[in-house]
T-cell receptor, first 109, second 116 residues
Framework: DAKTTQPNSMESNEEEPVHLPCNHSTISGTDYIHWYRQLPSQGPEYVIHGLTSNVNNRMASLAIAEDRKSSTLILHRATLRDAAVYYCILNTNAGKSTFGDGTTLTVKP | NAGVTQTPKFQVLKTGQSMTLQCAQDMNHNSMYWYRQDPGMGLRLIYYSASEGTTDKGEVPNGYNVSRLNKREFSLRLESAAPSQTSVYFC???????????????FGAGTRLSVL
């Protein structure tokens, strides 16, 4: 299974942008890049996904490198409620996705 | 809109006891998953079901069995619980979009299991 690599932790100040990186050098042509986040004591929730082009939604933006070997989740203005563990996974049509340990984001007031 | 429902929310077992964790989804999804999450760690896939009647092992299947009872329900059974199975268990489901691409996963709230 294709794996992703993320930093263990990152910090941000409230109301500043946050860029969460993810490396996926073994990505295959049909793998979608998905991001989830997990708030304390909750199950993961979907954030955003993409294949090749950059994507925006109400929660975040996803910037995908031209070679698709890395991507960056962008939170435009971090709030205290954005403090969570963020997971970058490769969504394969084979069905199995490996979550890894994710990046713990701390937001300071 | 219930989404993915897991029962029970909490459970304490003694070593050697058995139990079944229940999961049901009301989104007509084909695929369902069971994950475990140990303290401070990420999610690890236990079993996966691509469709009704099929199951496949994930990263950590030892000590568990699953049943895809129908399209809605996917249960996880611990036949003889061990302290190493103390964890939070999450069930998830996913469908496919109009192009057949596997879609996003929706997660339940989790079952917190302690094995003494």
């Amino acid at each position: 299974d294709a794996k992703t690599t993320q930093p263990n932790s990152m910090e941000s100040n409230e109301e500043e942008p946050v860029h969460l990186p993810c490396n996926h050098s073994t990505i295959s042509g049909t793998d979608y890049i998905h991001w989830y986040r997990q708030l304390p004591s909750q199950g993961p929730e979907y954030v955003i996904h993409g294949l090749t082009s950059n994507v925006n939604n109400r929660m975040a933006s996803l910037a995908i490198a031209e070679d698709r070997k890395s991507s960056t989740l962008i939170l435009h203005r971090a709030t205290l409620r954005d403090a969570a563990v963020y997971y970058c996974i490769l969504n394969t049509n084979a069905g199995k996705s490996t979550f890894g340990d994710g990046t713990t984001l701390t937001v300071k007031p | 809109n219930a989404g993915v429902t897991q029962t029970p929310k909490f459970q304490v077992l003694k070593t050697g006891q058995s139990m079944t964790l229940q999961c049901a989804q009301d989104m007509n999804h084909n695929s369902m998953y069971w994950y475990r999450q140990d303290p401070g760690m990420g999610l690890r896939l236990i079993y996966y079901s691509a469709s009704e009647g099929t199951t496949d092992k994930g990263e950590v299947p030892n000590g568990y069995n699953v049943s895809r009872l129908n399209k809605r329900e996917f249960s996880l059974r611990l036949e003889s619980a061990a302290p190493s199975q103390t964890s939070v268990y999450f069930c998830a489901s996913s469908g496919r979009d109009s192009r057949g691409v596997k879609n996003i996963q929706y997660f339940g709230a989790g079952t917190r299991l302690s094995v003494l």
